[in-house]
């Protein structure tokens, strides 16, 4: 036998190559190994960034009388979430189901016919805080499996089938209105953290898709409530320590309800979505503390994430080495006065401390501080505050750096190239929009095949060998209309189109309008996995609902509008009911409610000032879900500029919604006020 990992592309089930575990990647050939030998299956999820992942490797899956346990009496299968977020979700709904919790690592044990008896997370060594230890709970399981193996099948059976009771009872219903978006608002101002910004308690996950809500539902409405909450969330988090004041980027989540302490790890979709949400508050409000984020987080994305082949890696760790040679969740980041004092000498160092809100007593662990950039009476020197946050950033850069995973995942890529397009073109950064065009690129050419089927992840510029799910043919679309708005190139809009097809012949229940996770020809699990909530990024059925409505309004097309509004009814059950976890959904209904509006930039030339200056101020229109076409009028590079002619030769701008339009406009004050919500 022989740990089978070597070869696989994710960096995290690399990281367990050398483990004395006789791994498999999930494969038939390893559940066949398991009926053949008639031991059970030990499933471990993970991936590559999670903390308690490389604690329980190192305490466990590196101890050789463990490893050998676990190679006599199972076959021992390791996943990347990551990489197959299909597998991940149904055997974490039957943990959620069994134990009412989950999180990763994920434990489950598995009958040879991969129907699951027996769950758990993170295990210790040795039994603690009325936790059994790994290696009792291996002895537990290989009892049960030799003794009362009839009693495991029945168990196995039942979890199966409950299961699938839980299929989502969807009759496609009605398009959310009026009522169900002001139940959801209430529901979200219930639960605002009024003092600190955020919603709920600890631990406190940045809200993006639930502040992209907020910001359409204030453009539509002028609800100074709904920009008041998420504007004081963006201003807290920012000022927060989840927030890299020298590097910028945000953290996972805040450990505390204050936005202080992060989780450490940075991920892409967090950044991606992050980046996003402060542009649009900037385009909403003018706001210098969103204008600056929004291009600190960018120009985190393109520093620190970018691949040599031109995508964006998953994420950074949490850990990394510390003075001492340990490694250590937040080495990289925290500071202490007196290391504060060798890099800036005693004055700037005062300064470095009041400005950032590092004490003696620290607000991490070890008298460490974790930087904020808390509330300050009087005026800071400019100059000397830039010049203070470079040298800490220098210094910082020698310390050993976390880790990084660099695999390329589809469905985040997507949501990278929108927030980066969009960046881009708000604040004259044509570079930033040359990162989008990298990645969308890479992704053309790398992650989808001739039959326009996508792949989920590529490492190294090798493609993975795990189908895409919904919410990569979803945000990779999502990121390709949004460079087709800022762009003016049709190319785009057509790879949107192929991806689209897609979602409506291989993801899409014909009969009710239902969203399936995973294609209709997909690898058969216990169950076909199907969830309409927006959790850590949009679901792939409330992605797949925003860009089947934006294709619709770039097209024409009735066929996708039709899908997207039955796609929507899911937010008319859901969004009174859990409004936080469905924020996206909410945020392409406000897109429904307002048509969405379709905007048409034609000049005599792509490059003609004035063509420019429209082109810029539909951008920045603040309708939710608005569309923009620029080009010629004798272009056929979208279908928005058929038929649309120049008035009195000069750039010209039309405005529809809803099968109807305004009046052609040359002045571009004129057409904000038609696109300012």
Request: aromatic residues 8%.
């Amino acid at each position: 036998m022989a740990n089978r990992l070597a070869h696989e592309t994710s960096p995290y089930l690399l990281q367990h190559a050398d483990n004395p575990v006789d791994w498999w990647p999930w494969s038939e050939e390893a559940f066949a190994e398991a009926r053949q030998r008639g031991v059970p299956v030990h499933l471990s999820v993970g991936y590559s960034s999670c903390h308690w992942c490389h604690v329980l490797a190192a305490e466990s899956f590196e101890d050789e009388a463990v490893a050998a346990f676990m190679n006599d009496h199972f076959i021992n299968i390791k996943v990347d979430r990551e990489e197959r977020p299909d597998v991940d979700a149904v055997y974490m709904e039957a943990v959620q189901a069994a134990t009412g919790q989950g999180g990763w690592p994920m434990t489950v044990f598995l009958t040879p016919d991969a129907e699951p008896f027996y769950f758990g997370t993170y295990f210790p060594p040795a039994p603690r805080h009325g936790m059994p230890s790994f290696r009792q709970v291996l002895e537990g399981v290989r009892a049960a499996w030799a003794d009362r193996r009839d009693e495991v099948a029945e168990v196995a059976g039942k979890i199966v089938r409950d299961l699938a009771e839980r299929e989502l009872k969807y009759g496609a219903m009605d398009v959310p209105g009026e009522e169900e978006i002001a139940q959801a608002l209430l529901g979200l101002t219930r639960e605002y953290d009024a003092s600190r910004g955020g919603f709920g308690g600890a631990p406190k996950f940045p809200p993006s898709m639930v502040i992209e809500f907020l910001l359409r539902h204030h453009a539509r409405t002028g609800s100074e409530g709904a920009l008041q909450m998420a504007q004081d969330t963006c201003e807290r988090m920012a000022r927060g320590g989840i927030y890299d004041q020298l590097g910028g980027g945000f953290a996972r989540y805040s450990v505390d309800r204050d936005w202080v302490v992060p989780h450490f790890e940075k991920m892409l979709y967090d950044n991606a979505l992050l980046c996003r949400v402060y542009a649009h508050l900037w385009r909403a409000t003018g706001s210098e503390l969103a204008r600056r984020v929004a291009l600190e987080t960018a120009d985190f994305m393109v520093r620190e994430l970018r691949t040599n082949e031109g995508g964006f890696a998953s994420a950074l760790d949490a850990d990394s080495e510390d003075g001492a040679g340990k490694h250590v969740e937040g080495a990289y980041y925290v500071w202490t006065p007196q290391q504060l004092t060798e890099v800036l000498g005693d004055d700037d160092a005062q300064l470095a401390a009041h400005y950032f809100g590092v004490t003696d007593e620290g607000t991490f662990e070890h008298g460490q501080s974790v930087l904020q950039l808390p509330q300050h009476e009087g005026v800071f020197d400019a100059d000397r505050v830039e010049s203070i946050r470079r040298r800490l950033l220098d210094a910082r850069s020698t310390r050993p750096a976390p880790g990084r995973d660099d695999k390329v995942v589809a469905a985040w890529n997507g949501l990278a190239v929108a927030a980066l397009a969009e960046t881009g073109a708000y604040f004259g950064r044509p570079d930033l929009v040359e990162a989008a065009l990298a990645a969308a690129d890479l992704l053309v050419r790398l992650h989808l095949d001739d039959h326009a089927r996508l792949s989920r992840t590529s490492k190294d510029g090798q493609v993975g060998g795990n189908a895409g799910v919904l919410e990569d043919y979803a945000d990779v679309a999502e990121g390709f209309l949004a460079l087709a708005s800022v762009t003016g190139e049709g190319v785009w809009l057509e790879f949107a189109g192929f991806l689209l097809d897609h979602v409506l012949t291989s993801f899409t229940d014909e009969e009710s309008g239902a969203l399936y996770d995973t294609a209709v020809d997909a690898e058969q699990l216990i169950r076909r996995p199907q969830d309409p909530t927006d959790n850590a990024t949009p679901s792939g059925w409330s992605a797949a609902a925003g860009a089947l409505l934006g294709y619709a309004a770039h097209t024409g097309s009735a066929r996708h509008r039709t899908a997207a509004e039955r796609a929507l009814g899911v937010v008319k059950a859901l969004g009174p009911r859990a409004p936080r976890f469905i924020g996206w959904g909410l945020a392409t209904a406000e897109a429904l409610l307002d048509g969405p509006r379709e905007v048409a930039v034609v000049g005599p030339a792509v490059g003609h000032p004035g063509t420019k200056a429209l082109h810029r101020t539909a951008l920045l229109g603040t309708a939710p879900g608005a569309v923009v076409a620029v080009g010629t009028p004798d272009s056929d590079e979208l279908p928005l500029l058929a038929d649309r002619p120049l008035v009195g030769g000069e750039p010209t701008a039309y405005v529809c919604r809803n099968f109807t339009c305004d009046a052609p406009t040359t002045d571009a004050d004129r057409l904000r006020a038609a696109l300012s919500g």
